[in-house]
């Protein structure tokens, strides 16, 4: 889970430790975030270059962004997957344009991380951004499909209601910012607003339809979503910044190993957003470790 405002992070002042060579006789200092859908990538990530003969050295569910950033960028850990949309505060870029577009954000990342040491591989096409999501139900029915959809069906004034955080419905960068870009207004009466920022209270509340609760806050790739019966609305607009998941590796370290690029590459290449929600449900709603699932998603891959 990603909080709606991520911390601040310097960049400034990168150790001289994290441009050190690296040797191909050293394992790979593989680290994620202290999240579920952190160590599902870190063990899909652990696990490709395991099974193609690259030594690891497991160092997943680190902390939070500032922590794992900082021990990549000091030469402690050498790999841990990131999301693109981070850039905005890792340069303090936070009013640009770029990050509401996959292909910018990406480059603007891996451009300017490149200039320190730091290699962006391929981003994975599923966005793990904030979203609003409904019932399937009520999206098969009324085939609603995006924001867009969204705004039709409540013109006509299709049933709706929206549990969310106080953060999401007061923040100019969320609810209002969808709000203006897609032309609906949600009443008092539309909104069932929960303490706290907790993407599970909210499907939850969906799910079990609380007070009429229709559709929730979530992120993109929640696990919750599919085992909930929610589908994200796409944000058609690029109202929100996208949060691509990308393996970021030191550039000794891929100058030792070459093949971390298209190892990677082709496993991150099939994480689209409904694959990713799968893979986090099963670690977060059906109780399997995060070893075991990206084992059992590179063997689907195999064969």
Same mark, same amino acid.
């Given at each position: 889970?990603?909080?709606?405002?991520?911390?601040?992070?310097?960049?400034?002042?990168?150790?001289?430790?994290?441009?050190?060579?690296?040797?191909?006789?050293?394992?790979?200092?593989?680290?994620?975030?202290?999240?579920?859908?952190?160590?599902?990538?870190?063990?899909?990530?652990?696990?490709?270059?395991?099974?193609?003969?690259?030594?690891?050295?497991?160092?997943?569910?680190?902390?939070?962004?500032?922590?794992?950033?900082?021990?990549?960028?000091?030469?402690?850990?050498?790999?841990?997957?990131?999301?693109?949309?981070?850039?905005?505060?890792?340069? &303090?870029?936070?009013?640009?344009?770029?990050?509401?577009?996959?292909?910018?954000?990406?480059?603007?990342?891996?451009?300017?991380?490149?200039?320190?040491?730091?290699?962006?591989?391929?981003?994975?096409?599923?966005?793990?951004?904030?979203?609003?999501?409904?019932?399937?139900?009520?999206?098969?029915?009324?085939?609603?499909?995006?924001?867009?959809?969204?705004?039709?069906?409540?013109?006509?004034?299709?049933?709706?209601?929206?549990?969310?955080?106080?953060?999401?419905?007061?923040?100019?960068?969320?609810?209002?910012?969808?709000?203006?870009?897609?032309?609906?207004?949600?009443?008092?009466?539309?909104?069932?607003?929960?303490?706290?920022?907790?993407?599970?209270?909210?499907?939850?509340?969906?799910?079990?339809?609380?007070?009429?609760?229709?559709?929730?806050?979530?992120?993109?790739? &929640?696990?919750?979503?599919?085992?909930?019966?929610?589908?994200?609305?796409?944000?058609?607009?690029?109202? /929100?910044?996208?949060?691509?998941?990308?393996?970021?590796?030191?550039?000794?370290?891929?100058?030792?190993?070459?093949?971390?690029?298209?190892?990677?590459?082709?496993?991150?290449?099939?994480?689209?957003?409904?694959?990713? /929600?799968?893979?986090?449900?099963?670690?977060?709603?059906?109780?399997?470790?995060?070893?075991?699932?990206?084992?059992?998603?590179?063997?689907?891959?195999?064969?």
């Amino acid at each position: 889970m990603r909080l709606l405002l991520k911390p601040l992070i310097g960049v400034c002042a990168v150790s001289v430790v994290a441009f050190s060579q690296a040797s191909a006789n050293d394992p790979v200092v593989v680290s994620s975030k202290i999240d579920t859908e952190g160590s599902v990538l870190g063990e899909l990530i652990i696990q490709t270059l395991e099974r193609h003969n690259i030594a690891t050295e497991n160092r997943l569910q680190l902390g939070g962004t500032s922590v794992v950033r900082s021990a990549l960028q000091a030469g402690e850990i050498d790999l841990y997957p990131e999301y693109t949309g981070n850039g905005a505060f890792f340069f &303090d870029m936070t009013d640009s344009p770029v990050w509401n577009n996959a292909n910018e954000a990406y480059e603007t990342v891996r451009e300017r991380d490149a200039e320190q040491g730091l290699i962006w591989l391929q981003p994975a096409s599923a966005n793990n951004t904030w979203a609003m999501s409904i019932r399937e139900d009520v999206a098969t029915e009324h085939e609603l499909v995006s924001l867009d959809d969204l705004a039709v069906y409540l013109a006509e004034g299709g049933e709706f209601k929206f549990a969310a955080s106080a953060e999401f419905v007061e923040s100019a960068q969320a609810l209002p910012a969808f709000q203006d870009a897609y032309g609906f207004t949600l009443s008092d009466d539309q909104l069932l607003v929960l303490s706290g920022g907790n993407t599970a209270a909210t499907m939850r509340a969906a799910a079990q339809q609380t007070s009429g609760v229709n559709a929730a806050m979530t992120y993109g790739t &929640d696990g919750g979503l599919s085992a909930l019966g929610l589908v994200v609305l796409e944000d058609s607009r690029g109202v /929100q910044p996208v949060y691509q998941p990308a393996p970021v590796v030191r550039e000794s370290v891929l100058e030792a190993y070459p093949d971390i690029e298209t190892l990677l590459n082709e496993v991150f290449a099939t994480l689209d957003l409904v694959t990713l /929600q799968r893979l986090n449900a099963d670690v977060a709603v059906n109780g399997l470790s995060p070893t075991q699932v990206a084992s059992d998603y590179l063997e689907h891959l195999d064969n």
